[in-house]
């Protein structure tokens, strides 16, 4: 049999930029598709239909698998080279779900499940609320003070990357203790009574428990009441429950290359959503913009030197297969992806692109990132008419993490992030949070981004003076 060995980084001396100038290379058909982009409204259409007529598309339900068969058959109208990759996906239920304050007032509570929780029993949960602002504070508890309460984190807001952490481990690390629920305060810093739903992660050695996020108010309303000295109790009903896995797909459009075809650039978003709102920002216009992009392409009569690709990705929210999935399609020709783009962080003013560059962890050297920004800066002047050009070391992006785990060069693009995570997997995603000229420019950066990596002579790893061995070797 033959097994895939992870591509191997070998730094070499620090090669200097490709000769030619991407820039000046590059100008004449980048203005054209930027032309194309800022003055089109095909695009916005395809994001309002999306929102409006199919609105969100959580894994395993049938608005995702009717927003695929859409898509599918608009890219084949249109001309392109359309696939579908089945993944086996998660489908979880969401159900009937409430809360209420019982003591020491009588008041409805505004909640949403987490992704993948369990349900309570029939009848529901009541009991009293345990608030505590950190797991530490959790641990120094005795687990007799813990048993049989609902904990409440109230976090304060630090970042989505550390407060995130409660919402993912929050109900184990309750239950370890002894608790019968779990409710999380929304991962935002700013909130108009609005929870932010997310999924959790259960481990194995602890008792599944239910779990919700609450509204930032009500948990500080929560806290401040236990802190003076209220017992806090709570109803709780929720009816989550989770089906056998279901059939979806990773939706592939592309232009093959003139030259070399074999050769990828791929970019796009998750398709899929949370189970409220439009999935509007998180990740509908991602999908609609890298569509689109690659849409004026083709119509421009543009073809690359390499495949342009268009993935929209299934079930990033509450699994990831499909990107793991469409990492494992790719098998032993990972070698032949020179780049992946991702846009996963909303559709707010775009200002450029983050680069990460590895494999298996270890991280490119410091020159190789010099030469590889140093490239992507020619590029990004192609984009300076729309203040868009910022090219700077980064994260590309869960669903093209698998590829860059195994040493694709990987790009997210970044916006101004000023109110993304206010409506963040929220009742409030929807399109009407989306500026329309902010989505034509990321239409427009990941038509000029796409379009150079895929045609450029020399390819960003390249220039970068790094070289990746996808070897096979022979086995027993």
């Known amino acids: 049999m033959y097994r895939l060995l992870l591509p191997v980084l070998l730094s070499i001396p620090a090669l200097a930029p490709a000769q030619t100038h991407l820039t ?25 239909y999306l929102t409006t007529e199919i ?24 001309g392109l080279d359309v696939r579908l990759l089945p993944v086996m996906v998660p489908h979880w239920i969401r159900g009937e779900e409430s809360a209420r304050m019982v003591a020491p007032f009588e008041r409805p509570l505004s909640i949403l499940g987490l992704g993948g929780s369990v349900g309570t029993p029939e009848g529901g949960i009541t009991a009293p609320v345990l608030a505590v602002t950190s ?34 481990a929050g109900a184990s690390r309750a239950a370890e203790r002894g608790a019968v629920a779990a409710l999380v305060r929304s991962a935002t810093g700013r909130s108009l009574y609005t929870p932010h739903t997310g999924s959790l992660r259960y481990d194995d050695a602890a008792p599944r428990i239910p779990a919700a996020a609450v509204t930032v108010e009500d948990a500080e309303w929560m806290r401040r009441l236990i802190a003076n000295g209220h017992e806090v109790r709570i ?27 074999e050769e990828v650039v791929v970019m796009g978003g998750h398709y ?24 004026i392409i083709h119509r421009l009569g543009l ?4 495949t342009l690709r268009v993935v929209l990705w299934t ?66 002047a192609l984009l300076d008419g729309i203040d868009a050009g910022l090219m700077q070391r980064g994260w590309g992006g869960a669903d093209i993490g ?75």
């Open 24 to 48: 000046d290379a590059y100008r004449e058909p980048a203005g054209q598709i930027l032309g194309a982009a800022m003055t089109d409204v095909e695009g916005w259409a395809k994001l309002e």
């Open 55 to 78: 609105g969100h598309r959580l894994s395993g339900s049938a608005g995702l698998e009717r927003a695929i068969e859409w898509a599918a058959g608009r890219m084949e109208e249109e």
């Open 135 to 168: 797991f530490d504070e959790l641990e120094a508890l005795d687990p007799a003070n813990v048993e049989g309460k609902i904990v409440l984190f109230a976090v304060p807001w630090m970042g989505y990357g550390e407060t995130v952490a409660y919402r993912a």
């Open 235 to 261: 109803r709780l009903e929720m009816g989550a429950h989770t089906l056998p896995d279901a059939e979806s797909f990773n939706l592939v459009a592309e232009i093959p290359g003139s030259e070399i075809p």
């Open 272 to 295: 899929d959503s949370w189970d409220v709102g439009q999935g509007a920002h998180d990740d509908g216009a991602a999908c609609m913009a890298a569509w689109q992009a690659l849409t």
């Open 303 to 306: 073809r690359s030197r390499r």
């Open 315 to 380: 079930n990033e929210e509450n699994g990831l297969r499909g990107g793991r999935s469409y990492r494992e399609w790719v098998g032993d020709d990972i070698g032949l992806h020179v780049a992946a783009i991702e846009m996963d962080g909303g559709a707010e003013r775009p200002v450029g692109f983050g680069l990460g560059m590895g494999a298996d962890g270890v991280q490119a050297t410091d020159a190789a990132y010099e030469n590889a920004l140093e490239a992507l800066g020619q590029i990004g």
């Open 402 to 476: 698998p590829l860059m785990k195994d040493g694709v060069p990987g790009m997210g693009l970044r916006t101004v992030g000023e109110h993304y995570f206010d409506w963040h997997h929220t009742n409030a995603d929807t399109l009407d949070k989306v500026d329309p000229q902010d989505f034509r420019k990321a239409v427009a950066m990941l038509g000029v981004v796409g379009y150079v990596l895929a045609d450029m002579p020399e390819t960003i790893r390249g220039i970068a003076g790094i070289t990746a061995k996808a070897a096979q070797e022979k086995g027993r």
